[in-house]
């Protein structure tokens, strides 16, 4: 059974940085693609990041290009979220996600998440 357990976030201040855990256990194959996720009060599930477990091949959200990068610790099954550069509008719950078969940005490709952390951002 596949777990994953996000950490970080939090309060922080527009321009500033922050970094998202997320803990992964149960993966029986190294051929998952992890993702971050964020959904914001009354706005839909929006993609962040993926990484492929193998390989490390990576992915961001235009919108976060240039400032968030998805990484993974291999020897940790640990998959993080490096923030910078943070906006009132990156306000929202941060999501982890998980498949075996799936690899892109759609949510709904995903069977495997965490239970969220909060970021909110003040300007």
């Known amino acids: 059974q596949v777990q994953l357990v996000e950490s970080g976030g939090g309060l922080v201040q527009a321009g500033g940085s922050t970094r998202l855990s997320c803990a992964a256990s149960?993966?029986?194959?190294?051929?998952?693609?992890v993702a971050w996720f964020r959904q914001a009060p009354g706005k839909e599930r929006e993609f962040v990041a993926f990484?492929?477990?193998?390989?490390?091949?990576?992915e961001h959200a235009d919108s976060v290009k240039g400032r968030f990068t998805i990484s993974r610790d291999i020897t940790k099954n640990m998959i993080y979220l490096q923030m910078n550069t943070l906006k009132p509008e990156d306000t929202a719950e941060y999501y982890c996600?998980?498949?075996?078969?799936?690899?892109?940005?759609?949510?709904?490709?995903?069977?495997?998440w965490g239970q969220g952390t909060q970021v909110t951002v003040s300007s």
């Open positions: 990484i492929r477990w193998e390989g490390g091949y990576t």
């Open positions: 996600a998980a498949d075996l078969y799936y690899s892109g940005t759609g949510h709904l490709g995903y069977l495997y």
């Open positions: 149960g993966f029986t194959s190294s051929y998952y693609t």
